[in-house]
Structures are given as structure tokens and as C-alpha cells.
């Protein structure tokens, strides 16, 4: 499988699982169809469409390949009409976002990489890839979005791109080395999520260290 070929099917895979976490995240706000379909497409193809234009490829996938809407309709109708047992899962929308932000991660830095730019400019545009299309569900559903929490998130896809981008500089790049990279990355969100891992914060001030008034 040459490279294309594997970018493709990654990005596609990617679009259906980051499409099945916005369409469950509208259905939980109670979001009529259009609204579960716009969500759904704009989780699915937002990072998508701010890598293509930051690396210069336009039109974007994202808007000029029609198999990316038809995967993201496809991906919210199935979300829709089995929800009974989307919804049987343990958080379906954290799970299909984890697995979104892996593939993702990963297939952002390869179509960087395909288009000749840098280790750095592709690992950058990996994580953003991964990250904007829960940046946009977040804010459309006018929530703080998850990389500005105290969450491993946007670090778990920085590893994915990172483990991505270092094999194929060094020459250690296999055909596994995509799945391993998506595992580190699926693996750091999803345990993360069960086991309370956080970044450190640094909340506190003076003022409200300093003893109260006498």
C-alpha cells in the first residue's frame, strides 16, 4: 500500500470517527437532523480543511472531495438510527473523538509531509488537524473547548504526529509504524480519561493565598 493510498484511508477513517462524536455530542443537545448532519461534517472536516489550507492545497479535501460529506452524512444517519446503542457506550463521544484524534494525528502529518514541508510544520499540522474538528464541535455547541482544560488531549495527538513524523525522517517508517503511532495516541486519551491523568495546572493567586483580613 503506497503512501497516498494509506493517507486516504486514514482521513476517511478519521472523517467517520470524528463524525460519529460531534453527531452524538449535537444528539445529546437535542440538535434536529440538519444541525446533527452540520455538526457532524464540521467535527469531521474542520482540522481537515485548516491543514489543506495552511499546506496550500486547495480546493481543501475537505470541500472538494464529495466522499468526505458523503462519510460524515453516513457516519451522523447511522449515529442517529442506532443511538440506542451508540449510546450503551462508556462516553461514545469521548470514545470516537479519541479515535478520531489518533487517526488524524497521524494522517494530518503524512499529507504535510506528501506536500514536501518540514518534521516541525508537519507535526504541527498533525496536531491541529486532530485537534480542530473538537475545537469547532466544542464551540458550535458552546462549550470550553477540551484542549484549553486541564485534559491530555491536544499532547496525546503531539505524540501521535511526533512518533509519525520521527519515522519517516529517520527511515524507520513501516507499514505498522502509522498503527503504532494512532495506538500511543488513542492509547494516552483513553487512558487518561479512565485513570484521571491531567497536566499539572497552576491555579491559585497571591491575593487569594494571602491571609484574610483581621
Given at each position: 500500500?503506497?503512501?497516498?493510498?494509506?493517507?486516504?484511508?486514514?482521513?476517511?477513517?478519521?472523517t467517520?470517527?470524528?463524525?460519529?462524536?460531534?453527531?452524538?455530542?449535537?444528539?445529546?443537545?437535542?440538535?434536529?437532523?440538519?444541525?446533527?448532519?452540520?455538526?457532524?461534517?464540521?467535527?469531521?472536516?474542520?482540522?481537515?480543511?485548516?491543514?489543506?489550507?495552511?499546506?496550500?492545497?486547495?480546493?481543501?479535501?475537505?470541500?472538494?472531495?464529495?466522499?468526505?460529506?458523503?462519510?460524515?452524512?453516513?457516519?451522523?444517519?447511522m449515529?442517529?438510527?442506532?443511538?440506542?446503542?451508540?449510546?450503551?457506550?462508556n462516553?461514545?463521544?469521548?470514545?470516537?473523538?479519541?479515535?478520531?484524534?489518533?487517526?488524524?494525528?497521524?494522517?494530518?502529518?503524512?499529507?504535510?509531509?506528501?506536500?514536501?514541508?518540514?518534521?516541525?510544520?508537519?507535526?504541527?499540522?498533525?496536531?491541529?488537524?486532530?485537534?480542530?474538528?473538537?475545537?469547532?464541535?466544542?464551540?458550535?455547541?458552546?462549550?470550553?473547548?477540551?484542549?484549553?482544560?486541564?485534559?491530555?488531549?491536544?499532547?496525546?495527538?503531539?505524540?501521535?504526529?511526533?512518533?509519525?513524523v520521527?519515522?519517516?525522517?529517520?527511515?524507520?517508517?513501516?507499514?505498522?509504524?502509522?498503527?503504532?503511532?494512532?495506538?500511543?495516541?488513542?492509547?494516552?486519551?483513553?487512558f487518561?480519561?479512565?485513570?484521571?491523568?491531567?497536566?499539572?495546572?497552576?491555579?491559585?493567586?497571591?491575593?487569594?493565598?494571602?491571609?484574610p483580613?483581621?
Open positions: 500500500m503506497n503512501g497516498h493510498t494509506l493517507f486516504t484511508l486514514l482521513d476517511l477513517a478519521g467517520f470517527a470524528f463524525a460519529i462524536s460531534g453527531a452524538a455530542a449535537a444528539k445529546q443537545r437535542n440538535l434536529d437532523l440538519f444541525g446533527i448532519v452540520v455538526i457532524a461534517y464540521s467535527v469531521a472536516c474542520g482540522g481537515g480543511i485548516v491543514r489543506d489550507l495552511c499546506i496550500g492545497a486547495i480546493p481543501p479535501a475537505g470541500l472538494a472531495n464529495w466522499r468526505y460529506l458523503l462519510v460524515a452524512i453516513v457516519a451522523a444517519l449515529t442517529v438510527g442506532a443511538y440506542a446503542q451508540v449510546e450503551r457506550l462516553q461514545p463521544v469521548l470514545l470516537f473523538d479519541a479515535v478520531g484524534l489518533g487517526l488524524f494525528a497521524v494522517s494530518g502529518a503524512q499529507k504535510a509531509l506528501l506536500f514536501g514541508h518540514s518534521a516541525e510544520v508537519a507535526i504541527l499540522l498533525g496536531t491541529t488537524t486532530a485537534v480542530g474538528g473538537g475545537v469547532i464541535r466544542d464551540v458550535m455547541l458552546t462549550r470550553v473547548p477540551v484542549i484549553l482544560q486541564r485534559e491530555i488531549y491536544a499532547s496525546a495527538a503531539l505524540a501521535g504526529a511526533v512518533i509519525e520521527g519515522a519517516q525522517t529517520i527511515g524507520w517508517a513501516t507499514d505498522w509504524s502509522p498503527w503504532f503511532a494512532m495506538a500511543v495516541c488513542f492509547g494516552l486519551r483513553y487518561s480519561l479512565q485513570y484521571h491523568w491531567h497536566l499539572p495546572t497552576y491555579a491559585g493567586s497571591r491575593a487569594e493565598k494571602a491571609p483580613p483581621q
